[in-house]
Structure formats: C-alpha cells, structure tokens
Nanobody, 123 residues
Framework: QVQLVESGGGLVQAGGSLRLSCAAS????????MGWFRQAPGKEREFVAA????????YYADSVKGRFTISRDNAKNTVYLQMNSLKPEDTAVYYC????????????????WGQGTQVTVSS
C-alpha cells in the first residue's frame, strides 16, 4: 500500500481559492488511480474528483465541476486539488485516496487514505 499525507487546507472566504496537495510514499505511485473525497460534519464521505494513472483522464462530482481541478505529478509522487470559487458548502475534511479502479466514485474502491485536511469556507 501507499502512504498518503494531505496538506494545504485552511480557512478561506467564499469566492476564494485553495490548493490541496497529497504526497505519496513508495515507488509505485504512478500505478495508482487517485481520488479526492470530502466529509462534512454529520454527513457521509462523498466523492469529489478522481484522476487516472497518467493524469490523462479526470472525473468530477457535479457539485465541483468547473470550479475544482485535479492533477498529478508522478515525478513528485503528488496529487493536487485546485479549488476555485469556493462556497460555504465546500466546507469539509478533504481526503486523498489511492486505488486500482480509474475514475471510481466509490470510497470502497480505494485502499489507501490520508489523514485528511480541513477546509473551511466562510460566507
């Protein structure tokens, strides 16, 4: 399995931007499909975005499409989530995850998870 560490969360005003990073350990990072999920208080964890092994294919939840961009740098073992035009409803703990199924929106298909990073959007 791969170990994942997220960073980049914080407090931002509505309309602002944040860039999350997820650093992975291990030499097989490029063989993993990667995803971002989020979980707000009292809610279930939900899919945000996913990216294929090479980064050539990306997938988004409807709620973030056009505002968030997922990308990866396999040379740096890192996946990113650029979040623009943030809304208060984007407030959640954001998790990155590694799995074998490209584009999966199911948390069950991801075997490795980071500890999460808090994103808070004030109105």
């Amino acid at each position: 399995q791969v170990q994942l560490v997220e960073s980049g969360g914080g407090l931002v005003q509505a309309g602002g931007s944040l860039r999350l990073s997820c650093a992975a350990s291990g030499r097989t990072f490029s063989s993993y499909a990667m995803g971002w999920f989020r979980q707000a208080p009292g809610k279930e964890r939900e899919f945000v975005a996913a990216i294929s092994w090479s980064g050539g294919n990306t997938y988004y939840a409807d709620s973030v499409k056009g505002r968030f961009t997922i990308s990866r740098d396999n040379a740096k073992n890192t996946v990113y989530l650029q979040m623009n035009s943030l809304k208060p409803e984007d407030t959640a703990v954001y998790y990155c995850a590694a799995g074998r199924w490209v584009g999966s929106r199911s948390a069950a298909d991801y075997g490795s998870w980071g500890q999460g990073t808090q994103v808070t959007v004030s109105s």
